[in-house]
Nanobody
Framework: QVQVLESGGGSVQTGGSLRLSCVINGFHSNIRYMGWFRQAPGKEREGVASISSTSSTNTRYLDSVKDRFTISRGSAENTVYLEMNNLKSEDTGMYYC????????????????????WGQGTQVTVSS
């Protein structure tokens, strides 16, 4: 069974940086993309960034995090990272790693309906 595990969350001040890590145990070739989502209290879960499982250049980002966040795959095919720079208070939330198989590898979605496997989340808190 596929298991998704996130780590790297924490508390930082505005302008700080964090690097989130995700390991997908039980990884299979039918996993076509991975992504990061976040959810703030009282808000819906939103897609932050996504990446193809085979192409490191095929990525998508939430508009509000473009040029600040970078998603990447590790040397191991079952790992994915989210480098977050110049963090803002509105970036605060529970961050979830996810993997999916529904859509083509070339189109890693940001919608949660495209993902089949989810982690339990890691908290990111940005204060000023």
């Amino acid at each position: 069974q596929v298991q998704v595990l996130e780590s790297g969350g924490g508390s930082v001040q505005t302008g700080g940086s964090l690097r989130l890590s995700c390991v997908i145990n039980g990884f299979h070739s039918n996993i076509r993309y991975m992504g990061w989502f976040r959810q703030a209290p009282g808000k819906e879960r939103e897609g932050v960034a996504s990446i193809s499982s085979t192409s490191s250049t095929n990525t998508r980002y939430l508009d509000s995090v473009k040029d600040r966040f970078t998603i990447s795959r590790g040397s191991a095919e079952n790992t994915v990272y989210l480098e977050m720079n110049n963090l803002k208070s509105e970036d605060t939330g529970m961050y979830y790693c996810a993997a999916g198989r529904t859509f083509p590898r070339e189109i890693p979605p940001l919608g949660k309906s495209g993902y089949n496997y989810w982690g339990q989340g890691t908290q990111v808190t940005v204060s000023s």
